[in-house]
């Protein structure tokens, strides 16, 4: 299993969204790195949620991989704002995967707490200049992180 951290703005796409829909299509995604890294996801991986772009910005809860990368269509589609036409069906670009609700924490992890964990240093979200949308975590900084987290109860079935 491997783990991750997976950012949006909460005004696009926020946990409250992931949490009223059975899975996601995490799409545009348009940078290479973090493409890459969305390659290498496996189902049943997970994920942290993190809100971007927001004050305060930090990690709102868990959600699972619950589908492996393949081609991101929204590139395909002019009236899309991730349209990129240089991807097409026989030579996409760009992937994406889709994302299952697990977890709401009670209280965002917020950034200025990640960077005053000294476990925490070699995160990449904490790092200086580092704006990728999705990156890896450790198992160490993972359950690091998980320990600093309180979770709602679970919803009634």
């Given at each position: 299993?491997?783990?991750?951290?997976?950012?949006?703005?909460?005004?696009?796409?926020?946990?409250?969204?992931?949490?009223?829909?059975?899975?996601?299509?995490w799409d545009?995604?348009?940078?290479?790195?973090?493409?890459?890294?969305?390659?290498?996801?496996?189902?049943?991986?997970?994920?942290?949620?993190?809100?971007?772009?927001?004050?305060?910005?930090?990690?709102?809860?868990?959600?699972?991989?619950?589908?492996t990368a393949?081609?991101?269509?929204?590139?395909?589609?002019?009236?899309?704002?991730?349209?990129?036409?240089?991807?097409?069906?026989?030579?996409?670009?760009?992937?994406?995967?889709?994302?299952?609700?697990?977890?709401?924490?009670?209280?965002?992890?917020?950034?200025?707490?990640?960077?005053?964990?000294?476990?925490?240093?070699?995160?990449?979200?904490?790092?200086?200049?580092n704006r990728?949308?999705?990156?890896?975590?450790?198992?160490?900084?993972?359950?690091?992180?998980?320990?600093?987290?309180?979770?709602?109860?679970?919803?009634?079935?």
């Open positions: 299993m491997q783990y991750w951290l997976m950012k949006s703005e909460p005004e696009v796409f926020s946990m409250d969204d992931l949490s009223k829909v059975p899975r996601e299509p545009g995604v348009r940078n290479y790195q973090a493409r890459n890294f969305m390659k290498s996801m496996k189902k049943g991986d997970l994920a942290f949620f993190y809100h971007s772009n927001c004050k305060p910005p930090g990690i709102a809860g868990l959600m699972t991989i619950a589908k393949y081609p991101d269509y929204t590139a395909w589609d002019p009236n899309s704002p991730y349209f990129d036409e240089k991807s097409s069906e026989e030579n996409p670009r760009w992937f994406m995967v889709d994302v299952k609700y697990k977890k709401r924490f009670k209280e965002l992890i917020t950034l200025d707490e990640l960077k005053q964990e000294k476990k925490l240093a070699d995160l990449p979200l904490v790092r200086k200049g990728l949308s999705i990156m890896p975590v450790t198992a160490q900084q993972w359950d690091y992180i998980l320990s600093l987290s309180s979770f709602l109860p679970p919803k009634p079935s």
